[in-house]
């Protein structure tokens, strides 16, 4: 684990961002651990949160045109992205996120931002099962673009139809790249080695012997 990686997750847990207990996902699923990025809730917290993404960014070396951040969740992320990888790494990149439901006056259309061309680079939350990316990568179908790679916060490494991880799923499946800050193993890791909420580590590690991949 990199130094960024062990801030990152203790940064979450300070503001509750990261938490233990019992949560319904998206898929069903009832984990034992939850992120929630809409917690980092002020200013400072969505400034440094858009820093651990621009280091991913910028440790990964990954190559792209164009930050998307789809809606809702992922357009904070990717303008917090943005500011960082200029302030922080002295690259200013282009940014752009969807709506929704496209727009038919004033500028009209589905993007807002820079155009999406070229390679697009995916800055989103969280993937479990990988729905919420997938329907990002048909929204950009028939433009002049492509995803080239997804930036997410956690990647919770569960299985996604078969043996292989939702993520390797959706890389097998577009032949694109998909980075995380931090991933479950992290976090795992980082509460064998610290000691802190030992008491959910069993549950936790049965979650993963239920749902995780090899
Ligand atoms: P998938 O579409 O199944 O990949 O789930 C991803 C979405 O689940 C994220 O965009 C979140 O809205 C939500 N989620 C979290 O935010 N944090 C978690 O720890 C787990 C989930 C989830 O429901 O799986």
Redesign the pocket.
């Known amino acids: 684990m990199h130094d960024y990686q062990r801030r990152f997750i203790e940064f979450a847990l300070e503001h509750e961002v990261l938490r233990f207990g019992e949560?319904t996902?998206?898929?069903g699923?009832t984990?034992p651990?939850?992120?929630?990025?809409g917690a980092f809730d002020t200013g400072a917290r969505l400034a440094a949160l858009g820093g651990f993404y621009a280091d991913a960014i910028v440790d990964g070396g990954l190559a792209f045109d164009v930050l998307l951040g789809p809606a809702y969740?992922g357009i904070p992320l990717a303008a917090a992205t943005a500011v960082r990888l200029a302030d922080a790494h002295d690259r200013d990149v282009p940014w752009c996120f969807n709506r929704k439901e496209a727009k038919d006056h004033g500028e009209g259309g589905l993007f807002v931002g820079t155009e999406p061309k070229g390679r697009l680079l995916v800055i989103?939350?969280?993937?479990?099962?990988?729905?919420?990316?997938r329907e990002v990568i048909a929204l950009v179908d028939g433009l002049d673009a492509s995803v080239a790679g997804v930036v997410v916060a956690?990647d919770?490494r569960e299985r996604g139809t078969g043996e292989l991880s939702?993520i390797q799923e959706v890389e097998r499946d577009f032949g694109i790249t998909v980075t995380s800050i931090v991933s479950f193993d992290d976090i795992i890791e980082y509460l064998e080695e610290s000691g802190r909420f030992a008491e959910h580590l069993p549950s936790v590690r049965a979650y993963r012997e239920r749902y995780g991949v090899a």
């Open positions: 949560f996902l998206k898929s699923r984990s651990y939850f992120f929630n990025a969740k989103d939350d969280v993937i479990t099962a990988g729905t919420a990316i956690v919770r939702a």
